[in-house]
């Protein structure tokens, strides 16, 4: 379909709004030129085609590419790959095009960004395969992720359009990778957006009612914090310092995972905002003195919180990211958090990689000359994104290992310090060091005293690795470790035993069904695997071969009748919308010209016993548990069809969405009003011990609700209990309201649903 003049307009309007944002990044008009060499190349490739949504498709580089120079701040060569960046996959225009027409540097950046092509086994994943050939970009040119990272914001921020099962596919891509990267990136604005965006379309209830609740009390939350500001905007004026001063109020997926985290109300998250002072810093005295100057003097106004100060300019985070955090009591009795940072360490936190080489160009003062924080990271994802590794799966679960956002400072023996994660290991820290060394390792010495090779190191620690000739990496120290690296290198040992295991496992495993009389068989198996957590036989055979697991019990699991079917009062609904969608597999931005089909037809099925044998097998996913009244959605195992139950906000499932998106079960998946069946749940319960409250609990359980306790575990110290209770429920709102009856027991103070 050929554009309109109005068209034409539209995409000549957004390209002159583009170049007016590139003035300042073009020195020339050679680089101009380059840019609209770059944008007619572009509109002619894609002349005529539409996005889903209906608009001219070239609009969409362009959006691209204007983030890429406004919100990240990019140079011409990203502007460039950005406006080709779909050309080499959806038009006919080949890389070595690019390479003839814009140079080796722009076809290289175009390629990272192109999707990958061809065939992909069983084993595999097309959606993880392309993520790996994007990451694998950082070891070149790390320009290549950040167009990706616009690319994606855009997208999202048109996802509108999609159905809903490519927002499910799309939005748990984005939330498992896209967002903790921006956010490794030192894109804290974007990936702040990119979490609300995922939230909007995977839980729009949730993010309306909370958007609406900040709304509700915006006046009084602005009025607080013009109150709080004004003593410190006075002393600072008085200073004489040059500073701007705000506050910030958290985002709706931030208060929302806090909500989901403790399980506590809306009302029940108090430090909803945070106050931030950006600073220009006088030439002298450096600008970490200047920033401790304006602690103490917000200190002298009001009274700090002693542990809850963070330096992260003596020590800055692993993203480059710097500033002095600290938590005053407030007017009212209320806890706020103050962030202190120079314009400087503002940029960079707010626009990440750029400003950090846009500073480290210019060789800031203040700079260390040694690798800063981001070169040691970016140099340790390199090392671990050039290690073999088995499939692009575990290398995609590898590499999100390094996103960590909570970190720890250790030293050496010798007083060298460094970065590791938040609950690391001394085995990760051995890693860290040398590979041979993680080998090796069999103790450790923390501050001077021996401690196991698998304790938790925390920040402070100098740490000394024992290390032995007669030992090996075995497969139970992949549970004690948290680092990419680390996970790699016991991989890469044990791979070399893996066939081996797997010879041997299998062995033992047809030498024990043979003593009791029974052949392998599918439905051996079917009971065998989840038993022993399980998804393959070769990870069965390779644990068994390894020594992980034994088979003590195996004649009892296969004694047991099979699990019954108690999702047998499931309503399944097939919109018939989604039968139209072409290539499920295909990444958002390919779903052009799609035809437009009646949507309203709904097939509802319930699933039971006297099922049809074609309707589906339900499963509930053991991770998460959901029960009715839950919102779930499905993944259907391609091995056995089956399809696996998760909660909507289960992070297993985000994780299987975002690697294997055309496993995702299309139709909409509901409970019945069906109340046959229970379902096993667990609370978790905290509160002031007396005589009586637990009797008065069980009473209330048993006669109220008439609810049968699977088992109580309840502990009681120092005039305190806690614990927890395991019962069959037969819904959400049964489970609520048994909740809300129990928290009105006198001394019950916290009441939760256990989720593990």
Same mark, same amino acid.
């Given at each position: ?10 995409i ?10 590139c ?15 770059a ?5 002619e ?31 011409? =060569?990203?502007?460039?790959?950005s ?13 070595e ?5 814009f ?14 092509s ?34 994606r914001?855009?997208?999202m ?5 999609? @159905? ?29 957006e ?63 995972t806090?909500?989901?985290?403790k ?14 002072i950006?600073?220009?810093p ?12 304006i ?13 809850r ?17 600290? *938590?005053?009591?407030? @007017? ?12 400087r ?63 720890v400072?250790?030293?050496?023996? =010798? ?8 609950g ?30 698998f304790? *938790? ?11 032995s000739?007669?030992?090996? @990496? ?11 690296k680390?996970?790699q290198?016991? =991989? ?15 062995? $033992? ?15 051996v ?7 022993y957590?399980c *998804?393959?036989?070769?990870? $069965? ?7 992980? $697991?034994?088979?003590?019990? $195996? ?12 999702l ?11 039968h ?8 958002e931005?390919?779903d052009?010209?799609e ?22 097998q ?9 029960i ?24 297993e ?8 998106g055309?496993?995702?079960v ?10 046959a ?24 359980? =048993? ?19 806690e ?11 049964d ?6 009856k129990?928290?009105a ?9 256990n989720?593990?």
């Open positions: 379909m050929e554009y309109t003049p109005e068209d034409e307009q539209l000549q309007e957004k390209f002159d709004d583009l170049m007016r944002s003035e300042a990044i073009c020195k020339s008009e050679e680089d101009k030129n380059f840019i609209k060499k944008f007619f190349l572009a509109k490739a894609h002349k005529g085609v539409r996005r889903r949504s209906g608009e001219p498709y070239m609009l969409h580089p362009i959006a691209v590419a204007k983030i890429v120079v406004e919100e990240i701040g990019l140079g011409v =060569k990203s502007v460039v790959a406006l080709l960046h779909d050309v080499v996959e959806d038009t006919e225009y080949t890389v095009d690019i390479r003839n027409m140079g080796p540097k722009i076809a290289t950046m175009v390629d990272g960004l192109t999707k990958m061809g065939v992909f086994n069983a084993d595999t994943s097309e959606q993880v395969e392309y993520f790996r050939k994007v990451l694998l970009t950082l070891s070149d040119d790390v320009r290549v992720i950040l167009i990706k990272i616009a690319d914001l855009h997208n921020r048109t996802l509108g359009s999609m @159905p809903v099962n490519k927002q499910i596919k799309i939005t748990s891509e984005t939330i498992y990778l896209f967002a903790p990267l921006a956010y490794r990136l030192g894109l804290y604005s974007i990936k702040t990119l979490e609300d965006l995922c939230m909007m379309y995977r839980f729009p209830e949730q993010y309306r009612e909370i958007s609406e609740k900040l709304n509700n009390i915006k006046t009084k939350l602005n009025e607080y914090i013009d109150r709080f500001n004004a003593p410190i905007i006075e002393v600072l004026k008085k200073n004489g310092i040059d500073f701007e001063i705000s506050g910030r109020i958290k985002s709706p997926y931030s208060i929302w806090k909500m989901q985290r399980q506590i109300s809306f009302e029940e998250v108090y430090d909803l905002f945070a106050i931030r950006v600073f220009q006088l030439s002298f005295p450096s600008e970490k003195t200047q920033c401790w100057q602690y103490s003097s917000i200190t002298d106004i009001y009274t700090p919180k002693p542990d100060l963070r330096d992260w300019i003596s020590m800055p985070k692993a993203n480059g990211y710097e500033a002095l955090h600290s *938590t005053v009591m407030g @007017p009212d009795g209320v806890w706020v958090e103050v962030q202190i940072r120079t314009q360490m503002e940029d960079i936190a707010e626009r990440g990689f750029a400003a950090h080489w846009k500073y480290k160009k210019y060789k800031h003062a203040t700079l260390s000359p040694n690798e800063d924080e981001f070169d040691k990271w970016l140099k340790k994802v390199r090392e671990a994104l050039n290690s073999p590794t088995e499939n692009a799966v575990d290398f995609l679960d590898n590499f999100k290992l390094s996103l960590y956002t909570s970190e400072v250790v030293f050496t023996p =010798k007083g060298e310090s460094r970065t590791m994660p938040n690391a290991t001394a085995l990760d820290f051995a890693y860290e060091i040398h590979t041979n060394i993680g080998n090796k390792a069999i103790g450790a010495k923390i501050n001077h005293e021996i401690k196991p090779i304790s *938790t190191i925390h920040s402070g620690d100098q740490i000394e690795i024992i290390t000739d007669n030992t090996h @990496p075995k497969p139970e120290w992949l549970e004690h470790v948290t680092t990419a680390a996970k290198s016991i =991989k890469n040992y044990l791979k070399k035993d893996r066939q081996h295991n797997i010879s041997r496992g299998m062995k $033992l495993f047809e030498d024990r069904l043979k003593e009791m009389g029974i052949s392998p068989s599918r439905r198996f079917v009971k065998v695997l989840p038993a957590d *998804t393959t036989k070769d990870e $069965l055979y390779s644990k068994l071969g390894a020594g992980i $697991l034994n088979l003590d019990n $195996l004649e009892k699991i296969l004694r047991q009748n099979s699990t019954r079917k108690i047998k009062f499931w309503t399944l609904f097939l919109n018939d919308k989604d139209k969608d072409k290539d499920e597999d295909a990444e931005d390919t052009l010209d035809i437009k089909t009646d949507n309203s037809a709904k097939k509802s099925y319930v699933v039971g016993n006297e099922s049809p044998d074609d309707s589906p339900f499963v509930i996913a053991e991770c998460c548990k959901p009715p009244g839950d919102m779930v959605v499905g993944y259907r195992d391609p091995e056995s069809g089956k399809i696996y139950v998760h909660k909507s906000t289960c992070s499932f985000t994780r299987l969405a975002s690697q294997f055309q496993n995702i299309k139709e909409e998946i509901k409970w019945s009003q069906h109340k069946v229970s379902y096993l749940s667990t609370i978790e319960l905290r509160g002031i011990d007396r005589i009586g409250i637990i009797y008065e609990l069980a009473k209330l359980i =048993k006669d109220y609700f008439h609810i049968n306790i699977r088992e109580i575990h309840i502990q009681s110290h120092d005039g305190i209990f614990g927890n209770i395991s019962l069959y429920i037969k819904s959400i709102q489970l609520n309201q048994l909740m809300d129990i928290r027991i006198k001394g019950i103070e916290v009441v939760k649903r989720l593990n």
